[in-house]
C-alpha cells in the first residue's frame, strides 16, 4: 500500500511527510540514502523538539525502501502515540 502512495520516484524530488495515529514521519532522499524521521504530534517536524525525533537512514533503492516502510511499522508498533491527534492530523 505504501508504494502505492509514495513511489520511489517521488522522493527524488521532493520530500513526503505523513502522520498516523499520533505517529509522524517525514522520509527524503539525501545524497544516496533515503532519510526517516519518526516523531510524535501534533507539531509540524520544524516545531518538534530533536530530542523527540528518531532518524533512519537505508540505501536509496528498492531493497532500502522496503526496509524503510519496515521501519515505518516498527516505529508505530514499538512506540506510544497518542492516537487522540489522529482527528486533528492533515497530511
Known sequence: M?????????????????????????????????????????????????????YFRFPFTDEGYEQMIGQVNRSYEEGEWDESLMQDEKV
Open 2 to 54: 505504501f508504494r502505492d502512495v509514495l513511489p520511489l520516484s517521488y522522493l527524488k524530488k521532493a520530500p513526503f511527510h505523513g502522520s498516523y495515529k499520533g505517529m509522524r514521519y517525514c522520509v527524503q532522499k539525501e545524497e544516496d540514502s533515503l532519510v526517516l524521521c519518526v516523531f510524535p504530534g501534533p507539531y509540524a517536524m520544524d516545531h518538534t523538539p530533536d530530542e523527540d525525533k528518531q
